[in-house]
């Protein structure tokens, strides 16, 4: 189930519930405290019956730096509460994409809208996406986005924002195109751009390639933000699932990555509860 859906459907009610308790009426046990060897997010999407404020004050409670996936509306929530955003919804949805040339100058005119926001809110990402491949070639793709991409970048770079593109399953995302790392990597090339570089999700790429950190630590120079995610579910990121993911941080904290690492999982148990073993796992 896709962000969107999750919330517009009201499974996020359903999922974070936890029996009769209302949602934030148990406070986090005090700030953790941390390594400060990894930045911190959790991803607004995940919380959906949560209003902003209120996750944005378990967050800190947490010592997560950030609540993200926000939209323009939102942006300015998280600096009251001494956080920021570190990902900024961005001008196209996910099935509807970079990849065709028909949409570029729709996109580019929102971008160019967006990017000046984005600066101003002080979020450092802007998040896009490929879109549906439809009977696309790969190849016709890449070279699509590349196109695209060149249109905005000389605006990210001038204002110090990062366009980053997420690698989405097409499992779990039907018929997405970006869904291989080396087809994201083929268009980050492309562009050529250091404000331009991909959101690598752990999960979403678990399930399509596997070989998770052999493949962060071969591309990390074309990676920007970091989703986690059980494998299977995109549950809690604990024991009971098979990714380890103190190990996969410590991983990429050794390439000398210094961006976030956001958490996008479904809790099913106490979202608090779960959210606050996630950072105390990822906190290497």
């Known amino acids: 189930m896709d962000r969107r859906s999750f919330v517009a459907t009201g499974l996020a009610a359903a999922a974070l519930a936890g029996g009769s308790r209302p949602l934030g009426a148990q406070p986090a046990e005090g700030k953790a405290v941390l390594t400060g060897r990894v930045k911190h997010s959790v991803c607004r999407w995940c919380y959906g019956s949560m209003s902003v404020e209120d996750l944005c004050k ?3 409670a947490m010592g997560i730096a950030s609540v993200e996936l926000l939209y323009e509306k939102e942006w300015g929530i998280p600096a009251q509460h001494g956080l920021t955003c570190a990902v900024a919804m961005g001008p196209n949805p ?3 994409g970079w990849n065709r040339v028909e949409h570029h100058d729709e996109f580019v005119k929102e971008s160019e809208r967006l ?7 002080g979020i450092p990402n802007m998040i896009v996406f490929s879109g549906n491949r439809a009977g696309q070639a790969d190849a016709e793709g890449v070279a699509n986005c590349v196109k695209g991409f060149r249109r905005i970048v000389p ?3 001038q204002l110090g924002v990062t366009v980053i593109m997420e690698l989405l399953s097409s499992k779990d995302h039907r018929d ?10 083929e268009v980050v090339k492309g562009v050529g751009s250091d404000r331009f570089k991909l959101l690598y999700d752990i999960y979403h790429m678990q399930r399509m390639e596997g070989d998770v950190i052999a493949t962060i630590r071969e591309n990390i120079a074309h990676i920007g933000h970091f989703h986690t995610g059980g494998v299977p ?4 990121i604990d024991e ?5 993911y103190a190990t996969i941080c410590k991983a990429i904290v050794e390439t000398g990555y210094t961006g976030f690492i956001g958490q996008e999982f479904i809790p099913r148990k106490d979202p608090m509860a779960s959210l606050r073993r996630a950072i105390e796992i990822c906190d290497v």
Do not use: F, M, S
């Open 58 to 60: 378990q967050a800190a």
């Open 94 to 96: 996910i099935h509807r």
């Open 233 to 236: 579910g995109r549950n809690e």
């Open 115 to 121: 990017l000046p926001l984005v600066k101003a809110a």
């Open 240 to 244: 009971t699932q098979e990714l380890n």
């Open 176 to 185: 997405y195109q970006c869904d291989r790392t080396a087809w994201g990597v």
């Open 155 to 157: 605006l990210a770079e």
